[in-house]
Nanobody, 116 residues
């Protein structure tokens, strides 16, 4: 059974940076989409960033220019989210997601809190 595990969350001051990592505990082949979502308290889960199998990337308008998602090409089940110039409104639980072979895998989430 495959599990995704995120790491790298924490407390950071406004304007600071964090790098989230996500890796799979087992083998996943034919990865189609690697994505990051977030869910703030009392709000719905929203897409933050995605990487397609061909390297295509897309970002939510609210994070464009500040967040960058990348993947480990040597290990196609690892994905990263570099978050710069963080704002209080970025506070949320961040989840990674992998879509492959008709299945969707989710991580357990990692808390990111942006506060002074």
């Amino acid at each position: 059974q495959v599990h995704l595990v995120e790491s790298g969350g924490g407390l950071v001051q406004p304007g600071g940076s964090l790098r989230l990592s996500c890796g799979a505990s087992g083998s996943i082949s034919s990865v189609e989409i690697m994505a990051w979502y977030r869910q703030a308290l009392g709000k719905e889960r929203e897409l933050v960033a995605l990487i397609g199998a061909n390297g295509y990337t897309d970002y939510a308008e609210s994070v464009k220019g500040r967040f960058t998602s990348s993947r480990d090409n040597a290990k196609n089940t690892s994905v990263f989210l570099q978050m710069n110039t963080l704002k209080p409104e970025d506070t949320a639980v961040y989840y990674c997601q992998i879509q492959a072979e008709g299945r969707t895998y989710w991580g357990q989430g990692t808390q990111v809190t942006v506060s002074s």
